[in-house]
C-alpha cells in the first residue's frame, strides 16, 4: 500500500483588503439593461415609426438579434400574419443597414395577442432580442 503526506508551510490569509476606490464615470451597458426592446406600430401598417426608431439604439454594428413580429386581432388570420411578417422585415432592412446581423425573423401575427380589445395596440409590434 502506498502512502502520501503533504506540508503546508503556516502561511497567513487575509481576507478582506481595505482599499480607497475612486469612481471615473458610470458606465451603462443597454446589452445588460435592455436585452429586448419592444417596437409599436400604428394599425395597418408595416412602417416603423420615427419615434420608435430610437429605441433600437441599444444594439450595436455586429450584434445579433432575432425578430419577431405581432398584429392586433382585427383583419383575418391570414392577413395579420402576412402584416407582422412585414413589420419584421421592417424592422430587419433598418437594423442590418446599421450593420446588425439578424440571426432569424418569426411572424405570429394575431395568435399571441391576449390584450382586451382597448389595448389591443400592445399586440401591435415587433420585438428586438439580443441573441
Request: charged letters at 35%; proline letters at 3%; a positive charge.
Amino acid at each position: 500500500m502506498l502512502g502520501f503526506s503533504f506540508d503546508y508551510p503556516s502561511m497567513d490569509f487575509e481576507y478582506q483588503l481595505k482599499t480607497k476606490v475612486h469612481v471615473i464615470a458610470h458606465v451603462k451597458s443597454s446589452k445588460l439593461s435592455l436585452p429586448k426592446v419592444n417596437l409599436y406600430f400604428d394599425f395597418d401598417s408595416a412602417k416603423l415609426r420615427k419615434s420608435e426608431i430610437p429605441k433600437l439604439k441599444v444594439f450595436i454594428r455586429g450584434d445579433r438579434v432575432v425578430i419577431k413580429g405581432y398584429a392586433s386581432p382585427e383583419g383575418s388570420e391570414e392577413y395579420n400574419l402576412k402584416l407582422s411578417e412585414r413589420r419584421a422585415k421592417s424592422v430587419k432592412k433598418y437594423l442590418e443597414r446599421k450593420g446588425i446581423y439578424v440571426e432569424e425573423v418569426k411572424a405570429f401575427g394575431e395568435s399571441l395577442c391576449f390584450e382586451e380589445q382597448k389595448n389591443w395596440w400592445k399586440c401591435r409590434k415587433v420585438e428586438v432580442e439580443l441573441k
